[in-house]
């Protein structure tokens, strides 16, 4: 079995792959019946995913870059106070058609799928950070959908450390109400609600569009993880496997507090910079089976 930790991936028999938003951790994976993140994540069974991720792994492990480990064991993480069962069980498809993302060798087919729209475009983000540029090209890439019509809904995280700046979620969802509203565009972007307990909070790297193809993946929307991070993604092209991962974003989106129409600010997420880590968390990392047929697209790595 082979792992790398920041890509958050996992290699089994050289077969299965597990492709993940979360971090190995307990809230990223969290044992049975305890609470945790948001996060998506997908275990493919295929001996040529299995080789073409076994490659990389053996690139990046191989450089000089890499140095056994040293020092002192990390803090624990913290422990939930009451197990509670999780409200979406893994699914298992078959037939689907799978496209590889490896950053920084591929983070535009990011862009290529948001930009490939016409009917809709679901994204649930642990953030989303404008670029030395001036702005974030994947989320310009979603607005740019809207305005030829598609559905745009986006879902951001609501912890405390991404909503108490003077720059992050809360200020990066009123630009993005704003513009929809100056433009009177199908576009919305909502806080995730913490307030129920229901998620520790959002970690997740999700797209969906046109309810068919489905990005699971490690790459964070800010400049550093599709412009220097060793990240990896799965766009997985499937109708079913869509519309379970759209079953989950609109739980979450339902649960979520909209814009105020006439103010045009996030509505109350109060709850949401909760501090006492051993509030009663659900598990909610979502994970799914399927046997695919790969479609590969490599660059160097």
Partial sequence: MRISTEPKYVISDDSIVLVASENFGETGHPSSGTGGNR?????????????????IFDHDSGGGWVTEMAGAKGAESYSVAEAKTGNFLPKSFEGASVTLVISPDTSYLVGDLISSAKESVCIEQAYIK??????NPWLEDAIDA???????RIILDSYYYNIEGDDDNDEMAQYINAVASSGSLPLEARLISLESG???????KGVIVDGRQVLVSSI????NSPSYNR???LIIDHSGAAGYFTEVFYSDWDSSAPADPSTGH????????????????????VIFLFAALYVVKKKRF
């Fill in 220 to 223: 964070n929307w800010n400049e």
């Fill in 39 to 55: 996060g998506w994540g997908a275990v493919a069974e295929s001996p040529a995913l299995a080789s073409y991720f076994g490659e």
């Fill in 198 to 204: 229901y998620l520790d909070k959002v970690h997740n």
């Fill in 231 to 233: 990240e990896a993604g």
């Fill in 146 to 152: 809207a305005r030829r019509g598609a559905n745009v």
């Fill in 130 to 135: 404008n670029w030395s540029s001036g702005e």
């Fill in 266 to 285: 996030i509505g109350d997420v109060s709850g949401s910079s909760q501090t006492d880590e051993l509030r009663n968390y659900i598990a909610a990392g």
